[in-house]
């Protein structure tokens, strides 16, 4: 086997095939930052779901939930209001359909997560109030635990 010589002022390259060329320091410090950035999004989206998985408070869910309906109720009602310009008499009247658009302003009145019917009750209609009312945990109505939508801030 005869070897080869390289031609006269040519260098013998140092990689082969199986080892690719050196990187540039700004191409490695672009690769790291990518990978950090990537790192990053990951931990912003799987450690808030990992710790409430182990620490959340249950109970704050579950009310957090109750409120979120009743505000569902409360734009069903404000709907309601703008197109029969009176306030339902009861909760169920906004699962008939709407006069105007023929779909019902709310597809069905869930129970609260507790499993207790929530009370609606007309206010002052002059002034087109309303409250509804979750009895909470507990289960009972006139108790503390009591979510009430619209909130009332004291006077």
Known sequence: MTRVEPMDGAVPRK????RPPPRK???????????IAVLVL????????????????PSKQTRDAARNQMASFGGAIDLYLIETRALP??????TAPSPKFGEPYIAKIPVDPWGT????????????EYEIRSAGPDERFGTDD????????PP
């Open 15 to 18: 990689h082969t095939a199986l």
């Open 25 to 35: 320091p700004w191409e490695v410090v672009v690769v790291c930052m990518s990978v």
């Open 42 to 57: 990951a931990a912003a989206v799987l450690v808030p779901n990992v710790i409430c998985s182990f620490g959340c408070n």
């Open 89 to 94: 008499p009861e909760l169920e009247a906004l």
């Open 117 to 128: 019917a929530y009370r609606y009750r007309v206010g002052d209609l002059a002034k087109r």
């Open 146 to 153: 009591d979510l009430v939508h619209p909130e009332r801030t």
